[in-house]
C-alpha cells in the first residue's frame, strides 16, 4: 500500500512539473458514493443482502442443530455403549463439518457472496471507467483518482468532485440506452403487431371463406330439400289421384253392379208376376 502510495504521489509530483507551464487539472471521484446513488446497484445489492440473510440463518439454524445434538449426547452419555458414543459423535463431526463448508461456499473469499457482489460492481466499475476517461479529455484532467481507493487523501476541494458529473452522465447514457432499447422494444411491437393483424387477416380470411362455403353448402342443402320435398308433395299428389281415381272407378263398377242386379231383380219380378196371371 504504501509504495502504491509513493508511486502515486511521484506521477503527481512528475505530472506538476511537466504540466506546470498551464497549470495541472486534478479531479477525483467517490465509487462509494457512486454506487449508492445507482438505481440498479442498490436494487441489486438489496437483493443480494436479502440472500446473505437467507445463508445467515440457514448457517444459524444447522449451527443450532449441532449445538443440540452435542446437548442430547452429553444428557445420554451414561446410558450408551462407547460404540453409540462414538457414532452419535461422529455424526456431529460431519455435521460441523458440513456446515463450516457451507459457510466458506456462502461467505469466504471465494464464496457466492464475493463473487455476487464483484459480479455486482464490475459493470458499473466499467462504466465509471469509460466515463472517467471521456471527461477526463473532454474537461482537460490531468489525473482523476478513485477517492474510496488506497490512495490517502488528506484534504480535497469539493470542486474537484466529479462524481456527481460522472453520475449524471451514466443517467444520461442508460436514458439514451433506455430510448433506444424502447424504440426497438417499440419496432418489436409494431412488428408483432403487423404478423397479428396478418395472422388475423389471414384467419378472417379463412373464416369468412369457411363462413361463405358454409352458407353456400346451406343454401345448396336447402336447396335440395326443398326439390326433394316437391318432388314428395309430386309423388303424394299423384297417389292421391291415383286413389281416388280408383276409388271413383271402384265406386263407378260398384254403382254398375248394384243398378245391374236391380235390374235383374226387376226383370225376375216381373217375370213371377207374368206367370201368375
Not at 57 to 65: A, D, F, M, V, Y
Not at 78 to 95: H, N, Y
Not at 201 to 211: D, F, T
Amino acid at each position: 500500500m504504501k509504495t502504491r502510495q509513493f508511486l502515486v504521489f511521484l506521477v503527481l509530483l512528475i505530472g506538476i512539473s511537466t504540466y506546470s507551464q498551464r497549470g495541472v487539472r486534478i479531479g477525483y471521484v467517490d465509487m462509494e458514493y457512486i454506487l449508492e446513488n445507482v438505481e440498479e446497484y442498490r436494487d441489486a445489492t438489496e437483493q443480494l443482502n436479502t440472500k446473505a440473510e437467507k445463508w445467515k440463518k440457514e448457517i444459524e439454524l444447522k449451527l443450532s442443530t449441532v449445538e443440540q445434538m452435542k446437548k442430547d449426547l452429553m444428557a445420554e452419555k451414561v446410558l450408551l455403549t462407547d460404540e453409540l458414543i462414538e457414532e452419535r459423535q461422529e455424526e456431529i463431526q460431519i455435521l460441523e463439518t458440513e456446515v463450516l463448508t457451507y459457510q466458506q461456499d456462502r461467505f469466504g473469499p471465494q464464496g457466492d457472496l464475493v463473487l455476487q457482489k464483484r459480479l455486482l460492481i464490475q459493470p458499473i466499475q466499467d462504466q465509471v471507467f469509460a466515463e472517467v476517461q471521456k471527461i477526463g479529455q473532454n474537461k482537460k484532467y490531468d489525473f482523476i483518482f478513485d477517492r474510496s481507493a488506497d490512495v490517502v487523501m488528506l484534504y480535497a476541494e469539493k470542486r474537484h468532485d466529479v462524481s456527481d458529473l460522472i453520475l449524471r452522465e451514466i443517467a444520461r447514457t442508460r436514458k439514451v440506452s433506455k430510448s433506444k432499447k424502447k424504440e426497438k422494444q417499440e419496432s418489436k411491437l409494431k412488428d408483432f403487431q403487423a404478423q397479428e393483424a396478418e395472422l388475423e387477416k389471414e384467419v378472417s380470411e379463412a373464416l369468412k371463406a369457411r363462413q361463405e362455403k358454409s352458407s353456400a353448402d346451406k343454401e345448396s342443402r336447402l336447396k335440395a330439400a326443398e326439390a326433394k320435398k316437391a318432388e314428395q308433395l309430386k309423388l303424394r299428389e299423384e297417389r292421391k289421384k291415383a286413389y281416388e281415381e280408383r276409388r271413383k272407378k271402384l265406386l263407378e263398377e260398384r254403382e254398375a253392379k248394384r243398378k245391374a242386379k236391380s235390374e235383374e231383380r226387376e226383370k225376375e219380378s216381373g217375370n213371377t208376376e207374368e206367370s201368375k196371371n
